[in-house]
């Protein structure tokens, strides 16, 4: 059998592929340790200009050093290949034990929820706001322990900048003042997030839940919800004040460890004060691909793509009527996440996603499985408008959420 090594780590199996990587198992040969790779091929990433976003993301997960958030090792590069090295990390997703379990008991959400604020209140301590957080981006190890993972949308504050302006994340778990495009302060949207991802882990499907977008954005604007009666008094009032629309008012992360019902059997994590952190590995990685990545810009500047927000685009057009946006012959592209197939549309309109039933097994399974989960969520990777003669791709990177029948 042939065996594969890279630097010091033995390849084994594919165990993870997306559109831009493929993640595969490895071991350390000298230290024996399992270890996650992933990898990315340079001319994808020069292709779809992606430099900047998988620079930052790499050197935010090497500044970010907690036992509740998933480790970056190490950074290699080949002549044609990034290597990032992480954690590996068995327990799957927090998202697939919601799916299959359904609500959690109160102690094991409470001690899920300890642990997610513990990591989140380490990264604001480090100036990093992760922007993207929900159960499919939390993983768990073997011993059950939460782990947040992917950082691509995160952000570091920037300075004379007091205010974040991106508008970014997956529309459930966005607070308010994100759609607001009036700026928002990182750590406060953060807190949104977790205080959803509370309510999701208690009551087993979301607070806010609309198939069209613009009806989702009132609710959560307005912090349109209510609390299942099984929902302890301590737990509902956490999160009616985590839940907020006021950022302003909306608990700090102070106070949610202050809280009675957060601190009931709560251990904090112990881990070791941070060293300096050597980016060096990094920057010798991308130092010459950006080399690359500015001739590239210059030879394609001509046809560089449109650059459009997921959410900007969803937005133009009330109630999801895209139809303004695209004539008759235009095309979009979509590539989904769990979802191993490529659906082609022309929009002449969107009844295509009221009646979308092409599923591939598993998420069939998670939807019949989840039947108040009736809110598919995709990464729209890539989308191409396209004319008779000629087709001018772009990419991006960002969450929308589509409504499918439950």
């Known amino acids: 059998m042939v065996t594969r090594k890279v630097g010091k780590y033995e390849v084994g199996r594919t165990i993870g592929e997306g559109t831009f990587a493929k993640v595969k198992f490895a071991r350390n040969t000298e230290t024996g340790e399992a270890v996650a790779m992933k990898v990315l091929a340079k001319s994808t990433i020069l292709k779809h200009r992606m430099v900047n976003q998988i620079r930052r993301e790499i050197s935010i997960m090497k500044i970010v050093r907690h036992p509740n958030i998933v480790r970056l090792h190490e950074v290699l590069a080949s002549s044609t290949k990034i290597y990032i090295i992480l954690e590996f990390v068995t327990g799957g997703e927090l998202f697939d034990k919601i799916v299959h379990q359904g609500k959690l008991p109160e102690n094991e959400t409470r001690q899920y929820f300890q642990q997610l604020i513990d990591a989140v ?16 981006n939390l993983l768990l190890d073997s011993q059950g322990n939460l782990k947040i993972s992917d950082f691509g949308l995160s952000a570091l504050p920037q300075q004379g900048v007091g205010l974040l302006h991106t508008t970014c994340g997956t529309p459930n778990y966005v607070a308010p003042e994100v759609l607001s495009h009036q700026g928002y302060v990182g750590s406060a949207a953060d807190v949104w997030s977790c205080g959803v991802i509370l309510y999701v882990l208690m009551a087993g499907y979301l607070p806010f839940e609309e198939a069209d977008l613009s009806t989702l954005y009132r609710k959560i604007n307005a912090a349109e919800f209510s609390c299942p009666s099984w929902f302890s008094a301590g737990a509902k009032s956490l999160i009616c004040r985590i839940l907020d629309p006021n950022p302003r008012t909306r608990v700090h992360i102070e106070g949610i460890r202050n809280d009675v019902w957060f ?14 952190v050597n980016l060096d590995d990094i920057h010798a990685v991308f130092n010459d691909i950006e080399d690359q990545f500015v001739t590239e810009q210059v030879e394609n500047s001509e046809r560089r793509p449109l650059i459009m927000n997921a959410f900007e685009m969803f937005t133009l057009s009330q109630g999801l009527n895209l139809s303004a946006l695209f004539d008759r012959q235009q095309v979009m592209v979509f590539t989904f996440v769990r979802v191993s197939l490529k659906l082609y549309v022309t929009f002449q309109s969107l009844a295509f996603i009221e009646r979308f039933a092409v599923l591939n097994r598993k998420v069939t399974c998670l939807l019949l499985k989840t039947a108040r989960l009736s809110i598919l969520s995709v990464l729209i990777h890539s989308y191409s408008f396209e004319s008779a003669s000629k087709a001018v791709v772009g990419e991006v990177c960002l969450v929308a959420q589509f409504g499918v029948p439950s």
């Open 121 to 136: 209140d380490y990264c604001h301590s480090r100036g990093v706001f992760h922007r993207d957080l929900k159960p499919e």
């Open 263 to 276: 601190t009931r059997n709560y251990v904090p994590v112990r881990y070791s004060e941070a060293q300096e």
